[in-house]
C-alpha cells in the first residue's frame, strides 16, 4: 500500500526521523548549557551565569521555587551569597551526572534533572566535597535556542559552606535575600 508522497511508510519513517534528530539537537543543546554553567559557577562569573539564566526564575530547597527573576536579581543573589577567591573564581569543581532531559517538540518545553557534586579547595586549605544535590530545570524554546525558564537547587548533602558562601547570606543561616 502506498502512501501520499508515494513510498511505503517512506514518508512517516522520515518525519519520525526528521523529530528524532530535533530531540537529540535539543538534549545535546540543554546538557551543554548545563555543563557551560558549571564553568561560569566554577569560575566566579557570575555575570555570565546571570546571562544564562537571563529570561528565568531561581530557588532553593530553602528559599523556595522562583525565589528570584532575571539576571540582575539572579546576579546578585549569586555576588551576595558566594565567597570568590583572587584568581581561583569559587575555588571549586562543579561535577554534573545522571543527567536525565525530557524535552516535548510540539510544546518548546523540556525539564531536566542533574545530579551535582560540589568539591572545593579555597587557599590555604585541603580538597573536599562540600555540597551535593540535584538541580531541577525547566527550558523553553525561544526562537531556534534553548533557555532557562527556571532553576531549583535542591541540596541533599552538605558540609561546613563557610569558605563557599558568606555566612551572614546563605540559606542554611538566613534567608539568603538581604
Do not use: C
Amino acid at each position: 500500500m502506498e502512501n501520499d508522497d508515494g513510498a511505503d511508510g517512506a514518508g512517516d519513517d522520515r518525519v519520525e526521523r526528521v523529530e528524532r534528530v530535533e530531540r537529540l539537537l535539543a538534549q545535546h543543546e540543554i546538557e551543554r548549557l548545563i555543563y557551560q554553567m558549571g564553568y561560569h559557577l566554577e569560575d566566579g562569573n557570575f555575570e555570565a551565569v546571570a546571562e544564562l539564566l537571563a529570561e528565568a526564575t531561581f530557588g532553593a530547597d530553602i528559599l523556595g521555587r522562583a525565589a528570584f527573576r532575571g539576571r540582575e536579581e539572579i546576579r546578585r543573589q549569586y555576588e551576595r551569597t558566594n565567597v570568590t577567591y583572587a584568581d581561583r573564581g569559587r575555588a571549586t569543581k562543579e561535577i554534573y551526572s545522571n543527567i536525565v532531559v525530557d524535552i516535548d517538540l510540539e510544546r518548546g518545553r523540556a525539564t531536566s534533572v542533574t545530579s551535582y557534586t560540589v568539591a572545593q579547595q579555597p587557599p590555604g586549605d585541603s580538597f573536599g566535597l562540600i555540597v551535593a544535590g540535584r538541580y531541577e530545570d525547566e527550558w523553553q524554546r525561544v526562537g531556534t535556542a534553548w533557555r532557562w525558564a527556571d532553576r531549583y537547587i535542591r541540596v541533599q548533602y552538605r558540609n561546613n559552606l563557610e569558605r563557599h558562601m558568606h555566612a551572614d547570606q546563605h540559606p542554611w543561616t538566613g534567608d539568603g535575600r538581604h
